[in-house]
Nanobody, 124 residues
Framework: VQLQASGGGLAQAGGSLRLSCAAS????????LGWYRQYPGRDRGLLAA????????YYAASVRGRFTISRDNAKNTMELQMNNLRPEDTAVYFC??????????????????WGQGTQVTVSS
């Protein structure tokens, strides 16, 4: 699976951005999908994940209530709606995919495909 992330850019604090991740090469219908972000000099951290049928999600505490993950299996895409952005959300954002073992499995431990990263910058 090849992943292409897009939608990053510059936003003001309190504003919104919408990231997209397009998958190609094969259908991701059987894949859990997720979003990570990475600060300079630090490891990537998981922000949100979604099960293959979209009914189960996970959010890191830092983004819960502000970010929403969604997917469209017909289009082979995933999105991250980011609202009420904060300066500390400034980072490079990556999408990821991994085979899920069940409808409840978010596939996090199986993530083996990664997008190229998209920069999000939030000004105060």
């Amino acid at each position: 699976v090849q992943l292409q992330a897009s939608g990053g850019g510059l936003a003001q604090a309190g504003g919104s951005l919408r990231l997209s991740c397009a998958a190609s090469g094969r259908s991701v219908t059987d894949y859990g999908l997720g979003w990570y972000r990475q600060y300079p000099g630090r490891d990537r951290g998981l922000l949100a994940a979604i099960s293959r049928n979209g009914r189960h999600t996970y959010y890191a505490a830092s983004v819960r209530g502000r970010f929403t993950i969604s997917r469209d299996n017909a289009k082979n895409t995933m999105e991250l709606q980011m609202n009420n952005l904060r300066p500390e959300d400034t980072a490079v954002y990556f999408c990821a995919a991994g085979r899920a073992t069940s409808d409840q499995d978010l596939g996090i431990r199986a993530y083996d495909s990664w997008g190229q990263g998209t920069q999000v910058t939030v000004s105060s």
